[in-house]
């Protein structure tokens, strides 16, 4: 029996697809509220300890390391666990010694991505563990990459994210400063077509508007200090991307904290 625990946005996506598929699901949500939208379609649990018990491949995708470690404990060491959400490889690498059914799978996708099985899936396991264990129903979510390493899987996550974060705090500075000076027309014409212009420009294209929440302020946080821990544990200087870290931090405490990150925008603009 497959089972899903989170309901957030990324999960709620994940359960609609599998459900679309015709998949039997038992959900589990910490708020119970979240649980309303599948009545009549899946398997709703209140209790986790029931959603275990009836469940042998469990799904897991929400925020961060303190919630997958709350929701570890309360399942046994060897069942078979796929977890989608963005963790760091440290804590991955310590959930491995553990669970040795464990798997990182985080994903390139966004909620509507991942409905719609337009998914990248950073599976940190092999192709025969894949096909051992009948997971077929994951080629629905997207495509499958075997990454055969589930410290490997979150880092190639983190990777993706931390460029992005700092990037766009990056392209901010530079938008607002072409805005100030006003040589927008004039710096597209004449440098435009250097690919780290063009970069700049396409993150523009949310200056000035309202972003329809995808991924929150305090995911990208978290992502960030995620990959910044990770840096450090290797010995890795991470100048600039202690500094985006500080950025979205500020944003959280000016309380973008449940805005899409991309609304950042409205601090460089000091509105
Ligand atoms: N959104 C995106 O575009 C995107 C893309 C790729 C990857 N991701 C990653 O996917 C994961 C989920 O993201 P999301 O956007 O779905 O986040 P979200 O909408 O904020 O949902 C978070 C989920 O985690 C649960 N949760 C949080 N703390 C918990 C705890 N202590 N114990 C049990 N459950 C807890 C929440 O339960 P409640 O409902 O009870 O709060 C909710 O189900 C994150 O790791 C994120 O980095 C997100």
Redesign the pocket.
Known sequence: MLGL????????GIAINLLNHNYELNLY???KE?LNEFKGKANLFEKIEEFVKNTDIILI????E??VK??LSYIPKDKIIID????HPIVVEEIKKEYKNYVAS??????EDIKEGKGKIIFGESEEFFKKNNLDFINYLGKVYFVNDSVKASAI?LASNFIHGVFYILSLEFNTFIKEFEIEKEIFEIQGDRPIIDMARRYGKYYGNDVEI???T??MA??IEYARISAHHKNIPFFLTSTAREVYEIAKRYGFSNKDWRETWRIFKRI
Do not use: H, Q, W, Y
Not at 61 to 64: P, Q
Not at 106 to 111: D, E, I, N, S
């Open positions: 625990i989170g309901l957030g946005r990324m999960g709620r949500n910490r708020t979240k995708m929400v925020s961060d303190k919630a709350s929701i989608f959400s963005t963790l985080p994903v390139f996708a966004g909620p996550k995808s991924f929150t305090e995911l978290k992502d």
